[in-house]
């Protein structure tokens, strides 16, 4: 009788996954197959104070709902005290491999004797990517991204997912696979894009089903030419074709103060005057009736975390 019970259990516990499995991400979240959903996600907290203001009022006041923190950065701090007075706020982490700015610079919060790799001669990241790839090592990227999770926690934060500065920590393969990794060992969602050749690799899939990690359908940024032609323009157009399914849209909140200024000085893009057109776009009447006309359901990483990758790993 026992084998039997045990035999039955095993098969209602197949037939759970089995459904789960078939379910879209919109279902795990308990909203409908087809939904449009979204992430409006401000990247970049700590690394200035007008950053921070300017991303805390988008979070307050917008429909940006969900942020990442650099750890490494001079305002780490502020947004960390932040963090811990609103711990219902959809605050990640913005794992950082690099310090791209001029004048303006940061180091691993690790000891630099454990991760050489990852810094230049004065002891701070190297400003490109192609750079870390050449000279980074894996497993040094794990120790940094681990030891900014830990400081994050130290600090009072409820880390809701991790996602990477530039992209850098999903650059090649190895350091994929310790991006992904660290998400596994806190059991936080990672931001993956189903564009990028390595999650094609075995062990990368392996690694994805371990954790119960998901890949986001649409993810959407401005580049350049965006920037020129009118960033409006551009989020515009984004919301009014979004597919359903799971998105995200990652923008970068700042004021074109003298700050901001300083900080992204002989930088054209990505700099002062970018940050404050999102700022500028992002806080327009505008976006609440773009989200409303074209049914689009706000969701956040704290909802995948809690409802997705954390429900299926207590199993």
């Known amino acids: 009788m026992k084998t039997l019970l045990k035999r039955f259990l095993n098969l209602v516990l197949v037939l759970h996954f089995s459904t789960a499995t078939c379910q879209t ?69 913005h794992l950082t491999l690099n310090s791209e700015w001029n004048f303006y610079k940061w180091a691993p919060v690790s000891s630099k004797d454990s991760v050489r790799s990852l ?118 157009k984004t919301l009014n074709e979004l597919q359903a399914g799971l998105n995200i849209i990652l923008i970068h909140l700042a004021y074109d103060d003298e700050e901001m200024q300083a900080v992204t000085v002989e930088k054209e893009f990505w700099g002062a005057s970018w940050r404050q057109a999102d700022v500028d776009f992002f806080s327009s009447d505008s976006v609440r009736q773009l989200l409303r006309n074209n049914e689009i359901t706000l969701v956040t990483w704290r909802e995948i975390r809690d409802k997705i990758l954390r429900k299926q790993v207590q199993h």
């Open 119 to 236: 810094v230049d001669a004065n002891g701070y990241f190297f400003d490109n990517i192609p750079e870390v790839v050449e000279k980074g090592n894996p497993e040094e990227v794990k120790i940094e991204l681990q030891n900014q999770v830990e400081m994050a926690l130290r600090n009072g934060i409820d880390v809701t997912h991790l996602d990477a500065h530039m992209g850098t920590a999903g650059a090649t393969k190895e350091f994929l696979k310790s991006y992904i990794s660290v998400g596994n060992e806190f059991k936080l969602p990672v931001l993956l894009d189903g564009a990028n050749q390595s999650m094609q690799d075995g062990e990368i899939k392996k690694l994805v089903k371990n954790g119960n990690q998901i890949i986001v359908d649409g993810i959407y940024t401005a580049y350049p030419t965006h920037f020129q032609e009118g960033m409006a323009d551009f989020y515009t």
């Open 25 to 93: 991400i919109a279902e795990q979240l308990g909203y409908e197959k087809d939904a449009k959903l979204l992430i409006i996600h401000a990247d970049d907290l700590g690394v200035t104070h007008s950053e921070n203001r300017a991303s805390i009022q988008g979070l307050e006041s917008t429909p940006v709902n969900s942020a990442s923190i650099m750890v490494p950065c001079p305002w780490f701090l502020e947004i960390a005290d932040y963090a811990q007075e609103n711990k219902t706020l959809d605050l990640g982490l």
